[in-house]
């Protein structure tokens, strides 16, 4: 079991970047797969990256594709989300979550992860 805590949201500006972190306790978090979720006010839940156990594959939905990037550092136990030229769009509360897996890929389904941060707010004034 690994419990997960993010940080870095907070208010900036159209343009702007951020960096969110996911630190995780636990002592087998190179065995699981990271998602970055995002919910915005009256909307669903969407996933906005991920990366696979050992880190070799990733993937963005379209919406990030080319602004933001994952990364992960096993050594730290830790989780980045890189988000660069942030939108008004990009506003919502960014969760980290994490599924054990045997393979490498990037799961896009938040049903697939039972275990979750308590989210991080992320705010792009205009």
């Known amino acids: 079991q690994v419990q997960l805590v993010e940080s870095g949201g907070g208010l900036v500006q159209a343009g702007d970047s951020l960096r969110l972190s996911c630190a995780a306790s636990g002592r087998t978090f190179s065995t699981y797969a990271i998602g970055w979720f995002r919910q915005a006010p009256g909307k669903d839940r969407e996933f906005a990256a991920g990366v696979g156990r050992g880190g070799i594959y990733t993937n963005y939905a379209a919406s990030v594709q080319g602004r933001f990037t994952i990364s992960r550092d096993d050594a730290e136990n830790t989780v980045y989300l890189q988000m660069n030229s942030l939108k008004p769009e990009d506003t919502a509360v960014y969760y980290c979550?994490?599924?054990?897996?045997?393979?490498?890929?990037?799961?896009?389904?938040?049903?697939?992860?039972?275990?979750w941060g308590q989210g991080t707010q992320v705010t792009v004034s205009s």
């Open positions: 979550a994490a599924v054990t897996r045997t393979d490498r890929f990037v799961y896009t389904s938040s049903g697939t992860y039972p275990y």
